[in-house]
C-alpha cells in the first residue's frame, strides 16, 4: 500500500525560508510523477509544484516561481519543496501527492498524504 507523509512544516516569519520532504512508502518512488499542494485558510487547495518521476520535467504555479524548488531523491523515495522568501500568502496546509504528471498538474493525484502545516507571520 503506498503512503506519503510529509514533514517538515512550521512557523517562520516573512523572508524565511523553509524546506518540506514527503517520503513514499509501500512502492518504489520511481514509479511516479510527483508533486505538493496547498490549501491555505478558507480556500480550495491549489497546485505548487509537480516533477516527473526521472527527474527531467519540473512545474510550478506562477506564485511560486523563482522562490521555491521542487526536487526529488528516487533514492530515499523521497521528494523535497525548497521555499525561499516565504511571504503570508503562503501559509497553507502543504500536501504531497503522486500519480501522472499530467494529472497532477490539474489537481488529481493517486495517492495523498495528510499535510503538513506552514504558517508565514509578517
Known amino acids: 500500500q503506498v503512503q506519503l507523509k510529509e514533514s517538515g512544516g512550521g512557523l517562520v516569519q516573512t523572508g524565511d525560508s523553509l524546506k518540506l520532504a514527503c517520503e513514499m512508502t509501500g512502492r518504489s518512488g520511481r514509479a511516479y510523477s510527483m508533486g505538493w499542494f496547498r490549501q491555505p485558510p478558507g480556500k480550495e487547495r491549489e497546485f505548487v509544484a509537480a516533477?516527473?518521476?526521472?527527474?527531467?520535467?519540473?512545474h510550478y504555479a506562477d506564485p511560486v516561481k523563482g522562490r521555491f524548488t521542487i526536487s526529488r531523491d528516487n533514492n530515499l523515495d523521497t521528494i523535497y519543496l525548497q521555499m525561499n522568501s516565504l511571504k503570508s500568502e503562503d501559509t497553507a496546509v502543504y500536501y504531497c501527492a503522486a500519480g501522472p504528471l499530467v494529472a497532477l498538474r490539474v489537481g488529481k493525484g493517486d495517492h495523498w498524504g495528510q499535510g503538513t502545516q506552514v504558517t508565514v507571520s509578517s
Open positions: 516533477i516527473k518521476w526521472n527527474n527531467e520535467i519540473t
